[in-house]
């Protein structure tokens, strides 16, 4: 018997209220609905964000990631949100090489919609100094 999470989609990406979100090209009909819905704040000023869900439907797509980089908080993360299944221009395996190329990991991924995946990638995180070569 299949396992069915009643977590939202929001959940499972883990918007959190007050949380600073941007969309840049998610074509998503409930999205800005259930953003408001979980609290979080969409901006315009694409600095300093705890989320970033992008769009990536394209080799030209996947070569701005390096421009997000910046556009993300320390801990922010970034969702390439991309067709999935037959009609996908864009594999998964090539975002995560995309994303990978520009310094970030790949630590979750979420059925975004029937038609679209979502993958979350963040900044690698700095080891800390070791005490011991002080």
């Known amino acids: 018997m299949a396992v ?3 977590k939202s989609r929001m ?4 918007v959190k209220g007050g949380m600073r979100v941007a969309v840049m090209g998610v074509k998503d009909p409930t999205l800005s609905a259930e953003l408001a819905e979980q609290g979080a704040v ?9 989320i ?15 421009a997000l980089v910046p556009m993300l908080a320390d801990k922010g993360a ?9 009609s996908a221009i864009v594999k998964g395996a090539e975002v995560i090489e995309a994303a ?7 630590n979750k991924v979420v059925a ?23």
């Open 4 to 6: 069915v999470s009643t």
């Open 11 to 14: 959940d499972k990406i883990g």
């Open 42 to 50: 969409p901006v315009a000023e694409l600095g300093n964000l705890d």
């Open 52 to 66: 970033l869900f992008y769009a990536a439907d394209s080799a030209e797509a996947l070569a701005r990631i390096d």
């Open 78 to 86: 970034l969702w390439v949100v991309s067709a999935k299944g037959k």
């Open 100 to 106: 990978k190329a520009k310094g970030l990991i790949d």
């Open 112 to 134: 975004f919609s029937p038609t679209h995946s979502s993958l979350r990638f963040t900044r690698a995180k700095v080891a800390a100094p070791d005490p011991a070569e002080g």
